[in-house]
């Protein structure tokens, strides 16, 4: 390898509205190294990766290869150049067969027109066997068929096929199991060996220390440590990532819960089993689990959202009934979902009509709006909330995220609600407006409201939550109590199974 | 910002000038609507002046636009709440048989309205039906109602064009009132309930929120399937009252002839008028403004002696031309 094949991020920044997603980021992409990328959601990560793939430019700063600067005008630019983010969700298409897909762009050809299918089969025969995949797949097999280890799997002999030099896996062993995530790293190592260079970007602190040449960590969008893997340990490794100062977020008043609000019990929906809680007045009550876990799905079955199949909700002792959010809400149930965007705003409306959607019966005469009724209910709360606006007319999609979500909370404290449900309430928001809903949590529950906040970030769950309920696929698998609540036991509960032992995985 | 700050923010906009309040209450797009509008006045004005703003001219203009204004704004309300109906003729054609067929059956200009006001919301009703609990694409699913609604009323009718011969009934298609056609007083009665209804009601307000996007409209509490069905319902009973215009105006229920094309002509005015195809977005003054100006161009050119399928190539292209600036705008917000 030469110096030449070096890619290198220099001076990187990257503004979105208010938040500064990457601020002068520098890192050198060595060839046969893997790098870890950590840091907490909103870090910067995947910002970065989507400056790599060219999705977007950098505001300022240059991606280079050698010494050669490289613009980006779309992701094939970066392809071109060897570049190739393998991402959570495998982009495949489930009705071609695994050999299309591999050689998908660079399909061989009979007389210009035809697909050589000797040649491709022989050639994806080839790929198989390098990664050992031949038990798994067969070149006509189609790719609908094959389960999330072995689509990641196309992905990544997709990128090497088309000579990737810097491979980005995003996150990849989210949905993989044990023995799969195994040989995922098997291979990991083998591409190292051979001089590519690596990006490893995941939760686990264990893979990282384990499978890592060097530690890069990025807090709020700055790279605060780029170091060898030798010697890191999970505890500094995290006490990196969130920084000091994010404990003094935190306040909770009083620790003082009331009595039974809700009870859940046995509820089961396609994508939760056998889900039983109770949530008191004036509690927080933290739901952890990795991406997939079920915990989004716990959420929804609870507001009715998702077909209840087996199993009850009451609050206050009466039972809600199943399939109707509106029974929900009706119960006093509120719930602000994780995706802003396509799940909880009309974009297109107003913060006034997005605030008042859920209160018809208080922001109307004789069926038909009336405006100084909303204003009168909705001004006091933006201005409770501090939403940053020019008036409650603008368009909630012109607004940060931090400032959607409060428009979305607010649509909920206009109904007084008895429990509200925040699905990641800070996902995506500057660090400003986090303080300001970590507050406005303390305050709801100490007025007696109770919460069910589910969580990525484990400083938010530590610092704000009497119990932490921990899911992983589908079910409960630990109730933590204060002060018991803990990064390291929370993730033992959280892994589908029982983590990899470090070194366990050396084939 | 504050909430003081939200309120002085709102004094500054009452003090800017009037015109430029107008603008803000109109809206960008329905003053640009009323430019084309006025280009199209002039171009015609000057080829045929002399016709073209005679006071008959005008009123026919008036006449020709009332039974497509009311399909235009039911459409509109259709498509805001994220769906699409292009069985409206259809079920035009069908409502026109039906009336007829009533009234020369009981002699009562009431039954043909009921018969037809009832055959029309029944014709909805299967749309929403087919639509929301089928889960057919709303395009498709109308499409194929389209066919079988033409077909029922040529089986009704026989293929025959049936008469009217009630005058009461006929009062409707031709009386005047205070000197006003009674068409155009319906299609102004119907355009203020229609207005009030999308813009200002809780009712119409949730089917802005159903087209904006139906998950959130779920998690708010709507129930979008009674929605989805209603906004159908709706949708066939204006048809309904469209066919009943069009049997009084031309004294006899005909399954095609006069309600032939009308969806393209609602669709492409409700578009014109700003409404996003997505759903969400769209309003009846704009809707009705879209209707003016295909009034205008369609009677524009018969007056310039445009031979009919030409006419036809201008429709069709004005609607494509809609949806291509509709979109430009959407992408750029």
Redesign the interface.
Known sequence: MTQSDFFSLDGISKRFGVVQALDNVSIAFRPGEVLALVGENGAGKSTMMRILEGVFGPDNGTVRHGATPIVFGEPRDSHRAGIRVIHQEPEIVPNLTVAENIFVGELPRLAGVLLDWRKLEERTDRVLATFGMQQDMRPRQLCGTLGPAQRQMIEIMRAIRAGGRLIAFDEPTSSLTDDEARRLFSVIRRLREEGTSIIYISHRLNEIIDLADRIVVLRDGRLVDDSPAAGASEQTIAKLMVGRNIADLFTRETWRSGEQLLDVAGLTTDRVSDVSLRVRRGEVLGIAGLMGAGRSELAKAIVGYDQRIAGTIAMNGVPVLPNSPHAAIVAGIGFAPEDRKHEALLLFRSILDNASLCVPDKTSSFGFFNRRKALEIVSPLAAKMSIKAPNLDEQVSKLSGGNQQKVVLARWLARQPMLLILDEPTRGIDIGAKAEIYRLIDELAASGIGIILISSEMPELIGLADRVLVMAGGRITAELSRPDIDEATILKHAMPQSAPAPGDHIQ | ????E??A??AQ?DARGASARLVERLGVHNISLLVALAILVVIFGSLRGDVFFSSRNLLNIGLGITILGVLAMSQTVVIVGGGLDIAVGATVGLTTVSTAMAIQATGSPAAGIVAGLMLGGLAGLVNGIIITYGRVNAVIATLGTMAIFRGIAFIMSDGQSIAIFSDTFRFIGIGRILGLPLLVWILVLTAIAFH?FLA????G??I??LG??A??A??????INRYRVGIYIMSGVAAGLAGILLAARTGSGQPVSGSQGLELEAITAAVLGGCALQG??GTIVGALLGVAIIGVLNNGMILTSVPTFYQLLAKGSLLILAVVIAEYHLNR?
């Open positions: 910002m504050n909430s003081l939200l309120r923010s709102k906009t009030l200002r009601s809780i009712v307000r949730n802005y929120a904006g996007n998950v959130v779920r998690f708010s509490g709507i129930n969400g977005k917000t």
